[in-house]
């Protein structure tokens, strides 16, 4: 029980003061389509990630796309003749398995409405393995009757209340002209008008919102109607990418646009991975990787445009966001990447409603599945279910307390405000970066080379007021601390896992350096840690506190 006996909570002999820590890193996670959810592996996977890492939305691709069944223009002809029907008829057989999976989960969909089913496309398989058909319809009266009824289908099976609290995102990166939208800008923002208001004249509070678009850019590529690579010729030749004024793609124009129709928008919803591709003079694609600080300072150039707009209050989401878009990025497999998604999430906390982590897991079939259980995948865990040291940083992350009480250049200590209990997280961002971001890599030996970079940082604090002889646990993922990858490559990366080599990396990639410190008799914590490069830190309360 709390006491109300005990001192005020002090750091370093000072007394705090507290703000709210908004958890951006935990309401929202991605998913790579809808079909996916219909694996029991799949299913396994989200469960153990709600329960450990907080999980509050998903949003995935393909809620519309052929393998879901919604939009039905035929019976289906097997090996007879494929007959098609008078009128359009929708299902949701399908949909309602993978919804009714979330919503008995706790978990709210973030809807992605998206792709074009087949037969309302007017080109098809613009993309990814499962061909995806990402254009505009050739019938807008028969989309939006396909929206209307899929929104009363969940009412009628979850109840309006509950469909109030979803949010609905209208396409995905419509700019990336051919592969997610072969129309023009004007196609997509009237498309996004006939969506919001035929959902507005279901219930004016259902909360919708886009334009979904990719990335920021330092360019006027996408000023016109679709993309015109000649603007970006001096991106790609730029010797200092850092040293451009990049910019949200699409969002100064929606708002403009929607403001002119007085067309409703809940939300602004763009993508923030800190990279680009921008094409030269001589035709071929330049990567460019930013600087470790690209996402929060996007972030509040985002915001400040918002305030400045007809929609001040809008909120901000971020529907996909990693260090890097690729599904082939062996970076995504290492204590790097936890170690940079960790500094990221903390940065940011407080200019995004959400930053929704893409994805949390390998199976993830856009580029069909991955060669070998580490393969550089978007996931918080392999196909196997093994955590990757992402995952281990999300679980410290969600640990945190929904108060701040002091911020340092090196992590947080935060405090429940129901419980009074304590809950800190650090991190050892090596110095030796110089403000770089992790980057990319095309192979887990390519990775290497940012395991040299140091030096060692000493985390010390003393944190009073606590209840006397509270234990707290001690939390350390390092390089070969929790880190399964590496394990993996040390058996010799073997293309297909044994059953006896599955459950071991399952056991390595949890073995964290764990320890236990205790409160003195007065109430005062020693925190004294030694993090080598890379390492992430969780300190929290084992017993109950004040």
Request: proline content about 5%; glycine content about 8%.
């Given at each position: 029980?709390?006491?109300?006996?005990?001192?005020?909570?002090?750091?370093?002999?000072?007394?705090?003061?507290?703000?709210?820590?908004?958890?951006?890193?935990?309401?929202?996670?991605?998913?790579?389509?809808?079909?996916?959810?219909?694996?029991?592996?799949?299913?396994?996977?989200?469960?153990?990630?709600?329960?450990?890492?907080?999980?509050?939305?998903?949003?995935?691709?393909?809620?519309?796309?052929?393998?879901?069944?919604?939009?039905?223009?035929?019976?289906?002809?097997?090996?007879?003749?494929?007959?098609?029907?008078?009128?359009?008829?929708h299902t949701y057989s399908y949909v309602d398995k993978v919804f009714d999976f979330l919503v008995d989960l706790g978990v709210r969909p973030f809807v992605e409405l998206g792709f074009?089913?087949?037969?309302?496309?007017?080109?098809?398989?613009?993309?990814?393995?499962?061909?995806?058909?990402?254009?505009?319809?050739?019938?807008?009266?028969?989309?939006?009757?396909?929206?209307?009824?899929?929104?009363?289908?969940?009412?009628?099976?979850?109840?309006?209340?509950?469909?109030?609290?979803?949010?609905?995102?209208?396409?995905?990166?419509?700019?990336?002209?051919?592969?997610?939208?072969?129309?023009?800008?004007?196609?997509?923002?009237?498309?996004?008008?006939?969506?919001?208001?035929?959902?507005?004249?279901?219930?004016?509070?259902?909360?919708v919102g886009g334009p979904s678009t990719s990335v920021f850019v330092p360019d006027e590529r996408y000023a016109g109607e679709t993309e015109d690579r000649s603007a970006e010729h001096?991106?790609?030749?730029?010797?200092?990418?850092?040293?451009?004024?990049?910019?949200?793609?699409?969002?100064?124009?929606?708002?403009?646009?929607?403001?002119?129709?007085?067309?409703?928008?809940?939300?602004?919803?763009?993508?923030?991975?800190?990279?680009?591709?921008?094409?030269?003079?001589?035709?071929?694609?330049?990567s460019l990787t930013r600087y470790a600080d690209a996402t929060p300072d996007d972030l509040a150039v985002l915001r400040r445009l918002i305030r400045a707009s007809a929609y001040p209050?809008?909120?901000?989401?971020?529907?996909?966001?990693?260090?890097?878009?690729?599904?082939?990025?062996?970076?995504?497999?290492?204590?790097?990447?936890?170690?940079?998604?960790?500094?990221?999430?903390?940065?940011?906390?407080?200019?995004?409603?959400?930053?929704?982590?893409?994805?949390?897991?390998?199976?993830?079939?856009?580029?069909?599945?991955?060669?070998?259980?580490?393969?550089?995948?978007?996931?918080?865990?392999?196909?196997?279910?093994?955590?990757?040291?992402?995952?281990?940083?999300?679980?410290?992350?969600?640990?945190?307390?929904?108060?701040?009480?002091?911020?340092?250049?090196?992590?947080?200590?935060?405090?429940?405000?129901?419980?009074?209990?304590?809950?800190?997280?650090?991190?050892?961002?090596?110095?030796?970066?110089?403000?770089?971001?992790?980057?990319?890599?095309?192979?887990?030996?390519?990775?290497?080379?940012?395991?040299?970079?140091?030096?060692?940082?000493?985390?010390?604090?003393?944190?009073?007021?606590?209840?006397?002889?509270?234990?707290?646990?001690?939390?350390?993922?390092?390089?070969?601390?929790?880190?399964?990858?590496?394990?993996?490559?040390?058996?010799?990366?073997?293309?297909?896992?044994?059953?006896?080599?599955?459950?071991?990396?399952?056991?390595?990639?949890?073995?964290?350096?764990?320890?236990?410190?205790?409160?003195?008799?007065?109430?005062?914590?020693?925190?004294?840690?030694?993090?080598?490069?890379?390492?992430?830190?969780?300190?929290?309360?084992?017993?109950?506190?004040?």
């Amino acid at each position: 029980m709390a006491s109300t006996s005990l001192p005020a909570t002090t750091i370093d002999d000072r007394a705090t003061e507290s703000t709210v820590l908004p958890h951006v890193w935990s309401l929202c996670a991605g998913a790579g389509r809808a079909n996916e959810a219909l694996r029991a592996d799949w299913q396994e996977q989200f469960r153990e990630a709600v329960q450990r890492l907080g999980f509050r939305y998903l949003r995935f691709h393909g809620i519309f796309h052929d393998d879901m069944f919604v939009y039905r223009g035929s019976y289906g002809g097997g090996f007879g003749p494929d007959v098609p029907l008078e009128t359009p008829v929708h299902t949701y057989s399908y949909v309602d398995k993978v919804f009714d999976f979330l919503v008995d989960l706790g978990v709210r969909p973030f809807v992605e409405l998206g792709f074009m089913p087949r037969e309302l496309a007017t080109q098809t398989e613009t993309v990814f393995w499962w061909g995806a058909h990402c254009s505009p319809p050739k019938d807008m009266d028969r989309w939006v009757e396909l929206v209307v009824r899929t929104v009363e289908h969940w009412i009628e099976r979850y109840g309006l209340a509950e469909v109030r609290e979803w949010r609905f995102e209208v396409w995905n990166e419509p700019n990336l002209v051919p592969h997610f939208w072969t129309g023009t800008k004007t196609e997509y923002f009237e498309l996004y008008a006939r969506t919001v208001l035929a959902i507005k004249a279901i219930d004016p509070e259902l909360k919708v919102g886009g334009p979904s678009t990719s990335v920021f850019v330092p360019d006027e590529r996408y000023a016109g109607e679709t993309e015109d690579r000649s603007a970006e010729h001096a991106t790609a030749a730029a010797t200092d990418p850092d040293a451009l004024d990049w910019r949200p793609v699409w969002i100064e124009d929606f708002l403009l646009w929607c403001a002119e129709r007085e067309l409703p928008v809940d939300f602004i919803s763009t993508h923030l991975y800190p990279t680009d591709f921008a094409f030269g003079a001589n035709g071929e694609a330049v990567s460019l990787t930013r600087y470790a600080d690209a996402t929060p300072d996007d972030l509040a150039v985002l915001r400040r445009l918002i305030r400045a707009s007809a929609y001040p209050d809008a909120e901000v989401h971020i529907t996909e966001w990693s260090s890097s878009p690729s599904s082939r990025d062996h970076i995504h497999d290492t204590v790097f990447a936890a170690t940079y998604v960790t500094r990221a999430y903390l940065r940011s906390a407080d200019l995004a409603d959400s930053i929704s982590y893409w994805t949390f897991t390998d199976i993830f079939e856009e580029g069909g599945a991955g060669l070998g259980p580490f393969h550089g995948g978007f996931g918080l865990v392999n196909e196997q279910g093994i955590h990757k040291p992402t995952f281990h940083a999300f679980a410290m992350l969600n640990r945190l307390g929904d108060r701040l009480i002091a911020s340092t250049e090196r992590g947080v200590i935060s405090q429940h405000s129901a419980t009074g209990r304590i809950a800190a997280l650090f991190y050892n961002y090596p110095d030796d970066m110089n403000g770089r971001s992790v980057g990319s890599r095309t192979s887990y030996e390519a990775t290497r080379d940012l395991a040299g970079m140091g030096p060692e940082q000493h985390v010390r604090h003393t944190i009073g007021g606590l209840e006397p002889g509270a234990a707290y646990a001690v939390e350390i993922l390092a390089p070969g601390r929790g880190d399964a990858a590496e394990a993996w490559s040390a058996i010799g990366g073997p293309l297909n896992l044994s059953r006896a080599e599955a459950a071991y990396l399952r056991e390595k990639g949890d073995a964290l350096h764990r320890q236990t410190i205790v409160a003195s008799a007065n109430g005062t914590l020693e925190i004294d840690l030694a993090l080598a490069p890379w390492a992430v830190a969780s300190v929290f309360a084992l017993s109950a506190a004040r």
